[in-house]
């Protein structure tokens, strides 16, 4: 078997061309996959339902309450406003 000698000038610049075509060429695959990956999941599809229309504060803090109830959590966003306006109104009555 025949030794081979890879410090000279030419073999370097060979590995370090093969090497860096090859890690672009990893790099632009990736990255399409992950573009058409984003592309998908921002088309509009039977899996992802639209958004219809906004929901008002009410039923968002509604659902933020009964969510919270299910996991064992007491949570009153209207308690907690409520002192916070008073706390507002009692600072600019000072």
């Known amino acids: 078997m025949p030794k081979l000698n ?35 999941y921002a088309a509009p599809s039977s899996s992802i339902p639209a958004k219809t229309s906004e929901i008002s504060w009410e039923e968002r803090i509604a659902r933020d309450e009964a969510n919270a109830a299910k996991k064992g959590y007491s ?16 600072e600019s009555s000072d």
């Open 6 to 40: 890879l410090n000279k000038p030419s073999h370097i610049m060979l590995s370090w061309a093969t090497l860096t075509v090859v890690g672009f060429s990893l790099y632009a695959f990736t990255k399409n996959g992950i573009y058409l990956r984003r592309r998908e």
């Open 75 to 90: 949570v009153n966003y209207r308690d907690i406003h409520k002192a916070s306006e008073a706390a507002a109104a009692s």
